[in-house]
């Protein structure tokens, strides 16, 4: 098996491209972040950036909103136009050859959407629905809600936004969004798999490499909280949600913080399932997982149960976290979590797709692209004594516990 | 990529597609096992008998079972449809035979009495988790009322009444009568060595026993019935079309497939223009499902209730359209492309590939090479879509609303 190249270049206006090649992969993919994501919104229009993304789809540069669908149809690409938390991003795959023919389609749509007033109001209904159909799914309902408390804003957004910042939205405001945010500097693209390099550097020094550097707009966290909720619903199921604040990806500590999240709750010899699935029955889903922006991060929890096991699922829940936090973690448990990531890491070279998004996460959080190598001795750098230690340091003062169901729980103070 | 079949003395037919280019290895038992081949009393007993091979074996319990295959970090997870039980597991190559080993131990499950009752618990929960979500349940539902008394009709979940009174009596003598070596398929994909898989699959399946199951496979024709249900809570209504479609086992499963790309792709499909980008519907999609026999195509809606009667029109009025214009040529150029690239996209992935390989093989006892696949796919023509909108008409259809409206009428 012959093994990847990785090359980085950066543009004089703040854009950088980073790409691998994947030998074993007849497809390529990228990864293009703008950050002009939810944490932008203004506070009163909450939802733009989400519009925005589904707005710019329709129609760019020559072609409207149909050619557009279909050029990329026609390549075979697999795409997303989407806003997430702090980007705007837009992905894609396809056969290697057809690459750069789908990258200038998709910087059409960046730089040169229609943005149409005719095609506003579809728009904007199809986002009022999308928040609709959020109100009929529990589990992702309580996981908005819970990162909502428990990030500052602007963090805890979710980029669907309110119901009440998208019937704000004009398609001025959105337009002006537009203007200020989506530019290529402070952008990040990444591609990976069967990738020209060379004929990449050059296509996105024409289509990209001319914009105007422009300052990444500076942001004013606001509060969080309540750090105790319950949100009234007539559900089969009560949803429980905890979170508490952990250590940040670029911060040394957070390859302690990511070990201590999977041995609560990442895999099914975790301690969440054993505990609360395995040896009680009380639940189907139960699960912990860390979450990172740059400057934040934390522990999140989910589990969902009937009504009359909820208390005791959310007592389970939190024993684990304190015994977690006050006795650490075990050398075998240790090995165990090793193992996954690793494999994990290993298994992303079979998907372009998942490789350029882990790089371009790479790049956003840590400015570069990490090896494999360089992962494997982090982890293994990892003891028993460290990683309790960190869990010692947890501050489960600054837990946030949200129930969504029929019925309010009992949670400490 | 190099093929291989062999079947065990036992009956075990193995299967592999290996590839020295990958950089894991994946495995799966496809057992010939799923809701349609449950009596009524029984409904959920595949799906329950899934997770109860999870909870362990003679030699290891529930927590060992996952520590050991965790700590190897394989990836492993059980699926269970209207036809199929499959385990599968995906692992780096040095692991290949410790991981091999807890699987095919696994599949010879203690299925013990206290076992059965916490994880009985466990899937009351998970049928307490669908009932919160408006899709699955208008899925279930129209499934029912399109099929009626055929066993495709059936849930794979059961319902909390079915599941509750299973019995372990009942599971040990449905376990012996579906999971005989000669009623599965063991298939390989990815960075393996023949040789060795072999070794492995006779060293630790070839004590099995067991023949192949019967499985009543009957035609069906839906009931074409209008269904409302009222969910007042629900923001959203749901909405679920059924047609009939082509069984599995006939070639015109590549134009239904094809057919449903060009209604309801997620994107730049007739439903997409119809009901997504003017912004009447939130989720549109066509999905088509081969079942030995019968087949079906669902139509799965999302939107605003207030637009829920003028939907249903519009579905009615593209499905009428397509049905008698049938689809342009350049419409099904690009439904050939995006569905071709699709496949070798995902099948770069060693346990996507698995995933086709061994159903395919599960229910064609056949081989299928991914250009054989893609060539299959590239030769459809106008024709072939005609002849398979004649056999199947895609309008009338099974239609079944869920959500707060109580007065929706059927579509014409």
């Known amino acids: 098996m012959s093994t990847t190249e990785s090359y980085q270049h950066r543009f004089p206006n703040g854009l950088t491209v980073v790409g691998e090649r994947m030998p074993s992969v007849k497809s390529a993919a990228f990864s293009l972040l703008l950050p002009a994501g939810a944490i932008y919104d203004p506070p009163e229009r909450l939802g733009t950036a989400g519009v925005l993304a589904e707005w710019m789809l329709r129609?760019?540069?020559?072609?409207?909103?149909?050619?557009?669908?279909?050029?990329?149809?026609?390549?075979?690409?697999?795409?997303?136009?989407?806003?997430?938390?702090?980007?705007?991003?837009?992905?894609?795959?396809?056969?290697?050859?057809?690459l750069i023919a789908v990258l200038r389609i998709l910087v059409d749509v960046v730089r040169r959407p229609h943005l149409r007033?005719?095609?506003?109001?579809?728009?904007?209904?199809?986002a009022a629905q999308s928040l609709r159909s959020l109100e009929d799914d529990p589990g992702a309902k309580l996981m908005v809600e819970l990162r909502r408390r428990h990030f500052r804003d602007p963090w805890g957004r979710h980029p669907l936004g309110t119901p009440e910042g998208v019937a704000a939205l004009t398609p001025e405001s959105v337009r002006q969004f537009h203007g200020a945010h989506v530019h290529s500097s402070g952008a990040i693209l990444a591609a990976a798999g069967d990738i020209d390099w060379t004929a990449l550097v050059d296509a996105v020094a024409e289509l990209l490499g001319d914009a105007p550097p422009c300052p990444e707009p500076t942001l004013r966290p606001g509060p969080a909280g309540p750090a105790r909720d319950h949100i009234a619903k007539a559900t089969e199921q009560v949803q429980i949600g905890l979170a508490l604040p952990m250590v940040p990806l670029p911060h040394p500590d957070s390859y302690q913080a990511r070990a201590a999240a999977a041995i609560l709750g990442g895999y099914s010899s975790a301690r969440l399932f054993t505990e609360v699935r395995e040896k009680r029955g009380l639940c189907y889903s139960v699960a912990a997982a860390y979450e990172s922006f740059r400057d934040e991060a934390a522990l999140v929890c989910h589990a969902g149960t009937s009504s009359d096991r909820a208390q005791q699922t959310l007592d389970v829940m939190l024993a684990e976290l304190n015994r977690l936090c006050d006795r650490g973690v075990a050398a075998d448990e240790l090995e165990t979590m090793r193992a996954g990531l690793k494999s994990s890491w290993i298994m992303q070279q079979e998907s372009s797709l998942a490789r350029s998004s882990q790089i371009a996460s790479d790049l956003y959080y840590l400015g570069r692209v990490r090896t494999l190598d360089e992962i494997s001795a982090a982890l293994d750098a990892l003891t028993p004594q460290s990683v309790s230690r960190y869990c010692g340091s947890l501050r489960r003062d600054q837990m946030t516990i949200l129930s969504l169901g029929p019925r309010a729980l009992v949670c400490p103070e | 990529m190099p093929f291989h079949h062999a079947i065990l003395p036992n009956g075990l037919t193995v299967i592999g597609e290996l590839d020295d280019q990958t950089h894991s290895v994946a495995f799966g038992f496809f057992v010939r096992a799923g809701s349609r081949d449950e009596p009524p009393e029984l409904s959920g007993i595949s799906h329950f008998l899934e997770h109860m091979c999870f909870k362990g074996s003679e030699r290891r319990d529930s927590l060992a079972v996952n520590r050991e295959l965790d700590r190897i970090g394989a990836k492993h997870n059980a699926q269970t449809s209207e036809e199929d039980t499959v385990y599968y597991l995906c692992c780096l190559p040095e692991h290949t035979a410790q991981a091999f080993e807890i699987m095919a131990d696994i599949l010879r499950p203690s299925l013990r009495k206290a076992d059965f009752e916490t994880e009985k618990q466990v899937i009351l929960e998970e049928i307490q988790m669908y009932a919160d979500d408006p899709m699955s349940v208008a899925f279930e539902d129209a499934k029912a009322l399109h099929f009626g008394a055929h066993p495709l009709g059936r849930s794979v979940l059961g319902t909390e009444q079915t599941v509750g009174s299973l019995r372990v009596e009942q599971m040990r003598d449905y376990f012996q009568r579906y999971y005989g070596a000669g009623n599965m398929t063991l298939a390989v994909a990815g960075r393996a060595d023949w040789g060795e898989v072999l070794a492995l699959a006779e060293r630790h399946c070839g004590s099995w026993r067991g023949e192949p199951a019967l499985r009543e496979v009957l035609p069906a024709r839906g009931s074409h019935q209008f269904r409302t249900r009222l969910r007042s809570d629900d923001q959203q209504e749901t909405l679920v079309?059924?047609?009939?479609?082509?069984?599995?086992?006939?070639?015109?499963?590549?134009?239904?497939?094809?057919?449903?790309?060009?209604?309801?792709?997620?994107?730049?499909?007739?439903?997409?223009?119809?009901?997504?980008?003017?912004?009447?519907a939130d989720a549109a999609e066509v999905s088509y499902q081969p079942f030995d026999g019968a087949g079906c195509a669902f139509t799965f809606v999302s939107c605003d209730p207030e637009h829920a009667p003028a939907n249903l029109t519009r579905l009615r009025n593209e499905l009428q359209r397509l049905q008698a214009e049938g689809p342009s040529p350049d419409e099904l150029e690009q439904a050939k492309n995006k569905t071709m690239a699709r496949i070798v996209l995902r099948n770069e992935r060693t346990l996507f590939r698995l995933m086709s390989?061994?159903?395919?093989?599960?229910?064609?006892r056949q081989y299928l090479s991914q250009e054989e696949e893609l060539q299959a796919l590239a030769s459809v023509t106008l024709d072939d879509v005609a002849r398979v909108l004649r056999a199947y008409p895609i309008w009338p259809e099974t239609v079944y609303a869920l959500g707060p409206r109580t007065d929706l009428q059927p579509p014409g």
Not at chain 1, 63 to 79: C, H, M, P, Q, W
Not at chain 2, 357 to 364: A, F, Q
């Open chain 1, 59 to 98: 129609g760019a540069g020559d072609r409207d909103s149909r050619s557009l669908i279909e050029a990329l149809d026609r390549l075979g690409a697999t795409y997303r136009v989407s806003a997430q938390s702090v980007h705007l991003g837009l992905t894609a795959a396809t056969l290697g050859r057809h």
């Open chain 2, 241 to 280: 079309a059924v047609a009939d479609a082509p069984p599995s086992e006939s070639l015109d499963r590549y134009p239904a497939a094809l057919l449903a790309t060009i209604m309801g792709d997620h994107t730049g499909s007739r439903l997409y223009w119809a009901l997504i980008d003017p912004g009447h």
């Open chain 2, 357 to 364: 390989l061994g159903y395919y093989w599960s229910h064609h």
């Open chain 1, 117 to 126: 007033d005719d095609d506003f109001e579809s728009v904007r209904a199809l």
